[in-house]
């Protein structure tokens, strides 16, 4: 048997982790999420594979939105703008455009997916996945999933060099995207240390999450001044940070 000092010393995890829950402030109530499938996509920038992002569908919390998401994916043609490649087109598996879904998840944290959008009720095939927290969005756009590996790859491309407009000078392409068969439905939760996770392994200083919130910021005021434009058609929506061919 083993020395009781020992065996209270081996159990130090355990305490550090019992003292972090019953702590002030610590984050206890991580919302879940039910991933019901998944998809891949792989990455390219300037024609170099970066590597594949694989992303949970939350099916049970936005299933139309989902269903639209993985036809577009699955059926080849490759999400994003699928219509005129720049940034400015529509297209979804319900008309142009189809309304809101579930306006109720929160921007938590890094690696949601969700639907880009030019004002309420226009959403499409244009999609973003958060980098960090991004509260300003909040109950403006529907999220329906969440990347599950490869958030480094969508680092990445946060990080190639965007012109004036946003638009990556090199181009930014999803070569492949389709089904990543799964076994059973599992659940996913918000929990904020992933971003810490992800800034520490990136060595990245804290005033780089600071610019990336700016970025976003400039974003989302244009996406404001789209909401009172009459015939949006025409309008350019946001970009997302990648260009999707
Ligand atoms: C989302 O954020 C809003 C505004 O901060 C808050 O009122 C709402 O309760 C939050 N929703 C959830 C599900 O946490």
Redesign the pocket.
């Given at each position: 048997m083993a020395h009781p000092a020992k065996s209270f010393v081996k159990m130090w995890p355990t305490w550090i982790a019992l003292s972090l829950l019953v702590s002030p402030g610590a984050k206890i109530h991580a919302?879940t999420f039910t991933v019901t499938s998944q998809v891949y996509m792989d990455i390219s920038i300037d024609g170099e594979q970066i590597g594949r992002v694989i992303i949970g569908l939350f099916g049970a919390e936005a299933p139309k939105t989902v269903a639209n998401f993985r036809q577009l994916c699955i059926e080849g043609v490759d999400g994003g703008d699928v219509v005129s490649g720049d940034g400015h087109g529509a297209i979804s598996i319900y008309g142009q455009y189809f309304e809101d879904e579930n306006l109720?998840i929160?921007h938590t944290c890094s690696g949601f997916l969700a639907m880009a959008n030019r004002g309420p009720d226009t959403n499409g095939c244009q999609f973003y996945i958060t980098t960090m927290p991004t509260?300003w969005l909040?109950g403006k756009h529907t999220i329906f999933g969440k990347v599950l590996d490869g958030q480094g790859v969508v680092h990445k491309v946060e990080q190639t060099k965007t012109d004036t407009d946003d638009y990556p000078v090199k181009p930014v392409i999803i070569d492949d995207c389709g089904d990543h068969p799964m076994g059973g439905e599992f659940t996913v939760s918000d929990d904020p240390y992933d971003l810490w996770a992800w800034i520490k392994a990136a060595y990245l200083p804290l005033g780089m999450s600071f610019s990336i919130l700016a970025f976003f910021q400039y974003i989302i005021r244009k996406l404001d001044s789209y909401t009172n434009v009459d015939d949006v058609q025409d309008e350019a929506v946001p970009k997302v940070p990648a260009k999707i061919d």
């Open positions: 919302a109720n929160n509260p909040d």
